[in-house]
């Protein structure tokens, strides 16, 4: 199968957030924005893979700042590994000040979606071929976070993770 380039998946998402969006001290809800990522890095898959996906696992949502009533959420996710029918999707969340411009990282979000076939289960997906150098960096240490979800899933599923 042919590789497709991390561009081909590269997904944007941008909302204001309003006060209905946060909690009682002005910032985004963790739900919401982890929502946001989800629904993000489901289109990034399936711009990769053209195919129905499902998530099978969320690594990581680090928060690194907020994001506060007024300012725009900016997300940007891609494709960046793959294995046979998974794919490993990067998602950078960041906050924009509407009136001076300022742009701040705010979270980094790594999830794994598994591409379906036409009979609901797992599909092959094409590999992904990095451009840029921080594409690589992604590419280049995701065979090491692969490693450690299957470790973590085997030992979720004996119960030892606990």
Same mark, same amino acid.
């Given at each position: 199968? =042919? #590789?497709?380039?991390?561009?081909?998946?590269? $997904?944007? &998402?941008?909302?204001? *957030?309003?006060?209905?969006?946060? %909690?009682?001290?002005g910032t985004?809800?963790?739900?919401?924005?982890?929502?946001?990522?989800?629904?993000?890095?489901?289109?990034?898959?399936?711009?990769?893979?053209?195919?129905?996906?499902?998530?099978?696992?969320?690594?990581?949502?680090d928060f690194?700042?907020?994001?506060?009533?007024?300012?725009?959420?900016?997300? =940007? #996710?891609?494709?960046?590994?793959?294995?046979? $029918?998974? &794919?490993?999707?990067? *998602?950078?969340?960041?906050?924009? %000040?509407?009136?001076?411009?300022?742009?701040?990282?705010?979270?980094?979000?790594?999830?794994?979606?598994?591409?379906?076939?036409?009979?609901?289960?797992?599909?092959?997906?094409?590999?992904?071929?990095?451009?840029?150098?921080?594409?690589?960096?992604?590419?280049?240490?995701?065979?090491?976070?692969?490693?450690?979800?299957?470790?973590?899933?085997?030992?979720?599923?004996?119960?030892?993770?606990?």
């Amino acid at each position: 199968m =042919e #590789g497709k380039p991390v561009s081909a998946s590269r $997904t944007i &998402m941008t909302d204001i *957030v309003l006060p209905s969006d946060t %909690n009682t001290y002005g910032t985004i809800f963790g739900g919401r924005v982890m929502a946001y990522v989800d629904k993000l890095a489901s289109i990034a898959s399936m711009r990769h893979a053209r195919k129905p996906v499902v998530t099978a696992s969320s690594d990581s949502l680090d928060f690194l700042g907020p994001v506060t009533v007024g300012e725009a959420i900016r997300l =940007e #996710g891609f494709v960046t590994w793959t294995h046979h $029918t998974s &794919m490993e999707v990067y *998602v950078k969340i960041e906050a924009e %000040n509407l009136m001076t411009g300022e742009v701040n990282l705010t979270a980094a979000s790594y999830l794994t979606f598994v591409a379906l076939g036409p009979d609901g289960r797992p599909d092959i997906v094409p590999p992904v071929i990095p451009e840029t150098d921080a594409e690589r960096w992604h590419y280049d240490t995701a065979s090491r976070r692969y490693e450690i979800r299957k470790r973590r899933k085997l030992e979720r599923s004996q119960g030892l993770g606990h």
